[in-house]
């Protein structure tokens, strides 16, 4: 007979849509918090539709016990219900919390998340939703923004910034033709690359930081100046592009998300244009390119390692989870040691047109 032993650390399940796609950015996170909690993430990619039997099961209420606590961080909230199984159900977790990723779908809650009988605590990214959340749920809910793994890019060496102008993701219509941004960027005399290719797995994340290292000046815009099907047709929110070039100090050119979590970027990193014409906008483009420095990436980079390190979330989630390990005690003194000495002198300085 086979005994299945019980879990002797937190436990981190992280269920997305795929492994690819675009959500490498959460499963990276997935993979930080398990590190920082020295346990070993649990990867749920859903082939379908969540079946009639599995939200029956759902609602059946969560037997606790004294286990170390379980964290799921789902994609969107109808992700919750990966929980409507055996090891969820009946495994005694001390808590159960919940991360919600695009919590702005929140019409998507399962009926068992409503309940208040399964989820001891909610995380989300909408400062927005909190509250409706709290209520919804019946459970006490907090507010965990996007952010980046700012730390793992201090105190890398210093890169050739050779990409003046790189297109990062969806695109306003005006800028979403790489051909003509090259011809027309060059006669500006600035060096475009219309995008990179993603690359599989974890590697991802650091391909990424590798592209927008080499930048001066992203194009990103806010998903209601570049809509897509998946996208909010409403709400505005931040992107891990948006955060991750933070993190890099690169500086961001488009139509700014207008949202709390977007108060997080600091101005020296956010160049606000007119996207509905690229003639409007490729002048400041310049601008921003040229006037771009070594002291400017630092003083972005300062701002994201005090504001969008994913470590004040997952610090906030352990200390709500009781969490406590020395991985996480080490790196979150990292963390404090690195904002201390890269403090920028005024973040907040506007990027000059």
């Not at 919940?98 to 605590?121: C, K, N, Q, V, Y």
């Not at 406590?324 to 300085?349: C, H, K, V, W």
Request: net charge neutral; aromatic share 6%.
């Amino acid at each position: 007979m086979t005994v299945r032993m019980a879990p002797t650390s937190p436990q981190v399940w992280c269920v997305t849509p795929a492994a690819g796609d675009g959500w490498q950015p959460v499963m990276a996170l997935a993979e930080l918090v398990a590190r920082l909690w020295e346990t070993t993430p649990t990867f749920i990619h859903p082939s379908r539709d969540y079946s009639v039997a599995r939200k029956l099961l759902s609602v059946v209420p969560r037997k606790r016990g004294n286990r170390p606590p379980l964290l799921i961080i789902a994609a969107h909230p109808g992700d919750l219900l990966s929980l409507a199984e055996p090891r969820a159900l009946l495994g005694r977790f001390s808590q159960v919390g919940a991360w919600i990723i695009d919590s702005f779908w929140d019409e998507r809650i399962p009926l068992f998340a409503r309940m208040g009988h399964t989820i001891d605590r909610v995380w989300i990214t909408d400062a927005e939703l909190v509250d409706h959340y709290a209520e919804v749920m019946k459970v006490p809910c907090g507010w965990a923004p996007w952010g980046s793994d700012a730390l793992a890019v201090h105190g890398l060496p210093t890169v050739e910034r050779d990409i003046d102008v790189l297109a990062f993701g969806r695109q306003p219509t005006a800028w979403g033709d790489h051909a003509t941004n090259l011809r027309e960027l060059g006669e500006l005399g600035l060096s475009y690359q219309g995008g990179f290719p993603r690359v599989a797995g974890s590697a991802n994340q650091q391909h990424v930081r590798d592209h927008l290292r080499r930048a001066r000046v992203v194009l990103a815009s806010s998903n209601l100046a570049s809509p897509a099907p998946y996208t909010h047709p409403t709400r505005d929110y931040i992107t891990a592009r948006f955060t991750d070039a933070v993190a890099c100090g690169t500086i961001i050119a488009g139509h700014p998300p207008r949202c709390r979590a977007a108060e997080l970027l600091p101005k020296a990193g956010m160049l606000a244009i007119d996207v509905s014409s690229r003639e409007a906008g490729l002048s400041h483009v310049k601008a921003a390119a040229d006037g771009w420095t070594a002291a400017t990436a630092d003083a972005i980079h300062a701002s994201a390692l005090a504001h969008l390190d994913w470590r004040h979330r997952i610090r906030h989630v352990s200390e709500g989870l009781g969490v406590t390990t020395p991985t996480l005690t080490s790196e979150l003194a990292m963390l404090d040691d690195a904002i201390a000495a890269g403090r920028p002198a005024n973040p907040n300085q506007e990027v000059q047109q």
